[in-house]
C-alpha cells in the first residue's frame, strides 16, 4: 500500500518534500497531481534504472529520488508557485516495463495509487 505525505500549505517561493512509502525499486514510480476541475498529470517519474524525468512546468524546481533502503520514494518541490496547488499522489506500476519519460503520460498502466496529499501554494 502506497501512503504519501508531506504535502501542506505554503507561501509561493517555499519548499516541501512529499514522501511515500512502501514502494518497491523493481517499479516505475511516478508522482502524479490533480487540481479541481482538471484531469491529472503526471509531474515527475523515475523508472526501475533511476533514470528521472519531469513536465516541463516543474523541471528545475523538482526532484524525483527513491530510497530503496527505506522503501520511499520523494519528490523535493522547490520555488513553489501558486499553480501547484493540487492534489499529490504516488503511483506505481508494478510488472509493467516503462521509461520515465513514457510513465509522465500514462496513468492508466498505473495499477497502484496512494491516498493523495494536499499542497496549497499562496
Known amino acids: 500500500q502506497l501512503v504519501e505525505s508531506g504535502g501542506g500549505s505554503v507561501q509561493a517561493g517555499g519548499s516541501l518534500r512529499l514522501s511515500c512509502t512502501d514502494i518497491?525499486?523493481?517499479?516505475?514510480m511516478g508522482w502524479f497531481r490533480q487540481a479541481p476541475g482538471k484531469q491529472r498529470e503526471g509531474v515527475a517519474a523515475?523508472?526501475?534504472?533511476?533514470?528521472?524525468s519531469y513536465t516541463d512546468s516543474v523541471k528545475g524546481r523538482w526532484t524525483v529520488s527513491k530510497d530503496s533502503a527505506k522503501s520511499t520514494l520523494y519528490l523535493q518541490m522547490n520555488s513553489l508557485e501558486p499553480e501547484d496547488t493540487a492534489m499529490y499522489y504516488c503511483?506505481?506500476?508494478?510488472?509493467?516495463?516503462?521509461?520515465?519519460?513514457?510513465?509522465?503520460?500514462?496513468?492508466?498502466?498505473?495499477?497502484?495509487w496512494g491516498q493523495g496529499t494536499q499542497v496549497t501554494v499562496s
Open positions: 503511483a506505481a506500476a508494478p510488472g509493467i516495463w516503462m521509461t520515465a519519460v513514457q510513465a509522465l503520460g500514462a496513468k492508466h498502466l498505473f495499477g497502484y
Open positions: 523515475i523508472d526501475s534504472d533511476g533514470t528521472t
Open positions: 518497491s525499486r523493481t517499479y516505475c
